[in-house]
C-alpha cells in the first residue's frame, strides 16, 4: 500500500509570478521539464561533466555514425545522444546483472504481447539526472536539445491502456529495483499510425525502426530455436510407460532485442528483451539442398511474418492463425530464456524453481506459457506430472484487463491440432483433471457446470478458452481497480471463484509519474519540487503536502500559470497539426483514448451538438469558450468506431468554421494519438473526459495522468475513476451517470432507448441533425449510422440513459469554471492526492501479494 502522507507542510520558499510571456512557453515549458531532475547527489551514479558528454556525443557522431558535427542532421545528433546515453545505461546494466547473479536472486518475468513504450530519450536522460548536462553540452554544439529528441520515432509497440501499462510497471520494477524481465515481441510495425483522409481514418504502416533503433541490443548468443506444427508420436518404453514425442514440422528462430530500462537516479536497469521471428536457415537447407530455393524462401518469408505486425484490437475473425502463433513463439522463445537462465545456477534441478520464478501474464495473450511450460518440463527436463503442475501453478498468475466477452480470448481446436498438437494434448489433460478433481468434487454429477468451466467450449467449432487455461494454473489472478477485480470474481468466474476463494485478489493500476509528470510537465515538477522536495518522484504520496496550498491566491495564481502555459504549448501544436486555432483561456477539455462505443466517444459528441445548437438558438448567447480535443485510433475493421471518428472531424469542421457562434466553441481531432502526444495533450487539459459506462472500462490510465498533471475528471462511477475520486473529493471532480448496478438494473428491466430519444426534446433534435446533410453538404444520412446504432440497434452502452445527466454535468463544468479560484483549488486538489495511482505503489502491491520480490541495491564496483 502507499504509505501515508506526512501531516506537517513544507514551506514553500519563493512564491514568486509566473509571467505570462506566451512567446517564451513552448520553449521554457519543454527545456524546464527535465532540468530539475539532475540536481540530487543521492545517486552513486557516474555522471559525466557537460564536456566530457560532448566529447561523448561528439566522438559517437564522428566513429559511430560516421558523420561530422557540420553536416550531421538532427537524427544522426538524436543516434549519438542515444549512443552516449548508452554507454552510462550498460555499465548500470552490467552492474545489476552482477548484483543479481550474485545473490541468485527470484526475478518476476513479465510476459505481455504489447510494451507501449512510446519515446526513451528524454526519460533515460532524466532518470540518469542527466538531463541538463546533456542539453547544455548540446547548446555548446549549436544543437537544440528539443529539436534532437523530436527526430525519435514512438515504441508503439501495444495497442493502448494494457501495453502502456506494461511499460510504466518497467519502469517502476527498475526504480524500485527487483530482479525483473520484460519479455515480448519484436514487432517489426507498431501499431498503425494513422492519417485523417477527407474526415476518415486512413491507416499506414509503423515502421519504427526503419533506420535502426540505437536502444536495441541484438544478443544472438541468446538466440532460440522454436518447433511448430507436425505431429506427435506415442512411444513406448520397455517398461510399459507412454512418452510423447513431438514431431514438428517448422523450426523458427527466436532472436532477442534487448531495450535497457533505467530507473530514477539510475537505480538498477531491467532489460525488456522482445523476440524477432527468423528462418532458420540451418532447418530449411535441405529443403534449400533438394532444389526447393523457392519453397525455402517461401519458408522464410512465412517464419519472418510472425513478427511482422502488432495486431490492432480487432473483432474480425482474419489472422487468427498468425496471432496464435505469434503468441506461442514469444512464450517460448521466453521459457527457454527462463529455463536458460535458471539451469546456470541450478544444473536441471528444479526443486528450487518456484522459489526463484515468477511469471506474470499480462491479460491472456500469454496464456499458452502454460501448456509450453508444462511440455517443456514432461517431455525435455524428463518431470512427471504432478511435480510440473505443482510448479508450473506455483509460478504463474494472471492478469485480467477486461470484461467485454468479445475481448476474452478463445482460439479454435483445429488451430491448436494444426500448429501446437502437443500443447493441445497438454491442455486436455489439465482440463480432465480439473473437471474430474476440483469440478467434480464441488459440484458432483453437474453436466452443466463442467460445460461452463471447462476450459473447452464445445459446439460447431470447439475453442480453447484462454481465461480458463489462464485462471486454472495461476496461484493469483487479478483485476485492475477495485471494482473491476469485484466483478472479475462475481461476475466473470463466479464459480472459479467459489473453488478458489483467495486466488482472488485485486491491484489497482497505477503510472510512472516519472514520464507523466516530471519529464511531461515541468512547469508543474517545479512546484512540487519546491512543495515535496526533490524525492516526490519516487514518493508520489509526498506530493500531498501541496494540499495546504490549494487555497492560497498566489499558490493557485502560480499553479494556474503553469497550466495555461502547457495550455499555449498545444494551442501551437493544434495549430501545426490540425490547422485549426484554439484559445488558450478556453476550457480545454480532452478525450484521448481507444476509440470504442463502451468509452461512449459519441456521448461527448452529442453534448457539443448541443451546444452547438444552444449557440445557433441564440445568436446573442454569451458561454465560457470551450475546446473540444478527441485523440483516437479505431481499430481498422469497426466501421461505427471509424463513423464516429468521421463525425467528430466533420461536426468539428462545421463549428469551427461558423463564424456566428464567435468562437465559442471548437472541436479539433488530433490525428494519430500516441504517448508522445499525450505527453503534450495531457498536462494541457482542463477538464478529463472518463465517460464509459459504468462496468466496462476495467481501470482507464489516462485518467490517473490527467488528474496528477492538475485536471479535473468528468467521469462515471466506473473503473479507477471511482478511486481517484475517493482521493481527490467529489466535489473537486464531476461525476454523473448511472452505476454499475444501475446500469444492471437497467438492462435487466429492458433498457428502451427510443424512451429517452422520445422524451427529450433536445436529445431528439440532436439526434435527428445526424439524419440532415448539415454537417456533410450534399450527403445526407453520411453520419446516420451513430443514430442508427443508439436507436435501432439498441445502444448498447447505454448513451441516450446518460445523456441527460451528462448534460447536468456538464453545465456544473462550466459554473466552476468562471470561479477562478474554487477552479484553481480543485485542479490543485486533484493533482496533490494522486499518490496512490504511482505505478510504485501498484508494483509494490504486486511484489507483497503476488510475486513475493526482494529488491538489491546494486553494487557498482
Ligand atoms: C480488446 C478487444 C478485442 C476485441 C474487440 C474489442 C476489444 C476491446 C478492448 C480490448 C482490450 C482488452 C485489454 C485492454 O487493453 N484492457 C485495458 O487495460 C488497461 C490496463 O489495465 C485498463 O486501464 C483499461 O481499462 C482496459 O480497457
Not at 506566451?22 to 527535465?34: F, G, P
Not at 526519460?123 to 555548446?140: G, I, R
Amino acid at each position: 500500500m502507499a504509505s501515508k502522507h506526512s501531516k506537517k507542510s513544507a514551506p514553500v520558499q519563493t512564491v514568486k509570478t509566473v509571467a505570462s510571456q506566451e512567446t517564451e512557453v513552448a520553449k521554457s515549458a519543454v527545456t524546464t521539464a527535465v532540468d530539475n531532475c539532475d540536481c540530487s547527489n543521492e545517486s552513486d551514479l557516474f555522471k559525466p561533466t557537460v564536456e566530457q558528454f560532448k566529447q561523448s556525443i561528439v566522438n559517437h557522431l564522428r566513429r559511430t555514425i560516421g558523420t561530422s558535427e557540420k553536416k550531421a542532421s538532427n537524427l544522426a545528433w538524436w543516434q549519438a545522444v542515444v549512443y552516449a546515453v548508452n554507454e552510462l545505461v550498460f555499465e548500470r546494466l552490467t552492474q545489476t546483472q552482477a548484483t543479481h547473479a550474485g545473490n541468485d536472486t527470484r526475478a518476476v518475468n513479465y510476459l505481455s504481447a504489447e510494451f507501449l513504450m512510446g519515446r526513451l530519450t528524454v526519460n533515460n536522460l532524466c532518470n540518469l539526472e542527466v538531463y541538463n548536462t546533456c542539453k547544455d553540452a548540446l547548446a555548446s554544439l549549436g544543437v537544440d536539445i528539443n529539436a534532437i529528441c523530436d527526430e525519435e520515432p514512438d515504441m508503439a509497440l501495444g495497442n493502448g491502456g494494457l501495453g502502456r501499462l506494461a511499460a510504466c510497471y518497467i519502469d517502476s520494477l527498475a526504480t524500485l529495483k527487483y530482479p525483473s524481465i520484460g519479455y515480448g515481441l519484436h514487432y517489426e510495425n507498431g501499431l498503425f499510425r494513422q492519417e485523417i483522409r477527407g474526415g476518415r481514418q486512413v491507416e499506414r504502416p509503423d515502421s519504427w525502426r526503419e533506420y535502426g533503433c540505437p536502444w536495441e541490443v541484438c544478443r544472438p548468443e541468446s538466440v532460440q530455436e522454436i518447433p511448430v506444427g507436425g505431429y506427435v508420436e506415442d512411444q513406448v518404453a520397455p517398461d510399459g510407460t507412454i512418452h510423447k514425442v513431438w514431431h514438428p514440422d517448422h523450426i523458427i528462430k527466436a532472436v532477442p532485442w534487448d531495450i535497457p530500462v533505467v530507473g530514477f537516479r539510475g537505480s538498477s536497469v531491467t532489460v525488456l528483451r522482445l523476440w524477432e521471428s527468423r528462418a532458420n536457415e540451418q532447418f530449411n537447407w535441405d529443403v534449400f539442398n533438394a532444389g526447393g530455393y523457392v519453397d525455402a524462401q517461401e519458408e522464410k518469408a512465412a517464419s519472418e511474418t510472425i513478427s511482422k505486425v502488432l495486431y490492432p484490437n480487432d473483432s474480425t475473425e482474419a489472422g487468427k492463425m498468425l496471432r496464435l502463433t505469434q503468441q506461442y513463439f514469444f512464450c517460448a522463445a521466453s521459457l527457454r530464456d527462463i529455463l536458460r537462465r535458471y539451469n546456470r545456477a541450478h544444473h536441471h534441478d528444479y526443486s528450487a524453481f518456484a522459489s526463484k520464478i515468477a511469471i506474470q501474464l499480462n491479460d491472456t495473450h500469454p496464456a499458452i506459457a502454460v501448456a509450453e511450460l508444462m511440455r517443456l518440463l514432461l517431455d525435455e527436463e524428463g518431470l512427471n506430472w504432478d511435480s510440473a503442475w505443482k510448479i508450473v501453478t506455483d509460478v504463474f498468475a494472471y492478469t485480467n484487463h477486461t470484461l467485454l466477452p468479445e475481448a476474452l480470448e478463445k482460439w479454435p481446436v483445429y488451430l491448436f491440432e494444426r500448429l501446437l498438437p502437443r500443447h493441445l494434448e497438454i491442455i486436455y489433460e489439465i482440463n480432465a483433471r480439473f473437471l474430474d478433481g476440483e469440478v467434480a468434487r464441488k459440484w458432483p454429477n453437474d453436466n452443466g457446470m463442467r460445460a461452463k468451466l471447462s476450459i473447452i467450449e464445445e459446439g460447431p467449432c470447439r475453442m480453447v478458452r484462454m481465461a480458463h487455461l489462464s485462471v486454472i494454473a495461476s496461484r493469483r489472478v487479478n483485476g485492475v481497480a477495485e471494482i473491476h477485480s469485484q466483478l472479475v470474481r462475481e461476475q466473470l468466474f463466479p464459480e472459479f471463484a467459489q473453488i478458489w476463494p483467495d486466488r482472488f485478489c485485486n491491484v489497482t493500476n497505477g503510472v510512472t509519474p516519472r514520464r507523466w509528470l516530471l519529464a511531461c510537465n515541468p512547469g508543474l515538477a517545479e512546484l512540487y519540487n519546491e512543495v515535496s522536495g526533490k524525492d516526490w518522484p519516487l514518493h508520489l504520496d509526498s506530493c500531498a503536502k501541496m494540499r495546504p496550498f490549494a487555497d492560497k491566491p498566489d499558490f493557485q495564481k502560480r499553479f494556474m500559470d503553469v497550466k495555461y502555459k502547457n495550455k499555449v504549448a498545444l494551442a501551437a501544436e493544434i495549430k501545426k497539426l490540425c490547422g485549426v486555432e484554439v484559445d488558450p483561456h478556453a476550457i480545454f477539455d480532452v478525450q484521448v483514448k481507444r476509440l470504442h462505443e463502451y468509452k461512449r466517444q459519441h456521448l461527448n459528441l452529442l453534448y457539443i451538438l448541443h451546444l452547438y445548437r444552444e449557440l445557433l438558438s441564440d445568436p446573442t448567447k454569451t458561454i465560457v469558450p470551450q475546446v473540444f480535443i478527441f485523440g483516437a485510433k479505431a481499430a481498422p475493421a469497426y466501421t461505427l468506431a471509424k463513423d464516429i471518428i468521421y463525425a467528430i472531424n466533420k461536426i468539428g469542421e462545421r463549428i469551427n468554421n461558423d463564424h456566428r457562434i464567435r468562437n465559442q466553441l471548437k472541436v479539433v481531432f488530433i490525428p494519430n494519438y500516441r504517448v508522445s502526444l499525450a505527453e503534450k495533450i495531457i498536462p494541457a487539459a482542463d477538464v478529463s473526459e472518463q465517460i464509459s459506462t459504468a462496468g466496462y472500462e476495467a481501470s482507464g490510465t489516462s485518467n490517473m495522468k490527467f488528474a496528477m498533471n492538475g485536471a479535473l475528471t468528468l467521469g462515471t462511477m466506473d473503473g479507477a475513476n471511482i478511486e481517484i475520486v475517493a482521493e481527490a473529493g467529489e466535489e473537486n471532480n464531476f461525476i454523473f451517470g448511472l452505476s454499475v448496478q444501475e446500469v444492471q438494473d437497467l438492462k435487466a428491466k429492458g433498457y428502451n432507448p427510443w424512451d429517452f430519444y422520445n422524451s427529450d426534446a433536445d436529445l431528439k433534435a440532436v439526434l435527428d441533425w445526424l439524419d440532415t446533410d448539415y454537417f456533410t453538404p450534399g450527403q445526407p444520412g453520411a453520419l446516420s449510422s451513430i443514430k442508427r446504432s443508439l436507436l435501432d440497434h439498441g445502444d448498447p452502452f447505454l448513451v441516450l440513459a446518460d445523456f441527460a445527466s451528462y448534460r447536468d454535468a456538464h453545465k456544473r463544468v462550466e459554473e466552476l469554471y468562471k470561479d477562478k479560484e474554487r477552479w484553481a483549488r480543485a485542479a490543485i486538489i486533484n493533482s496533490a492526492s494522486m499518490g496512490k495511482f504511482s505505478s510504485d505503489r501498484s508494483i509494490e502491491d504486486y511484489v507483497h501479494n503476488i510475486w513475493s520480490l526482494k529488491s538489491y541495491d546494486v553494487n557498482n564496483k
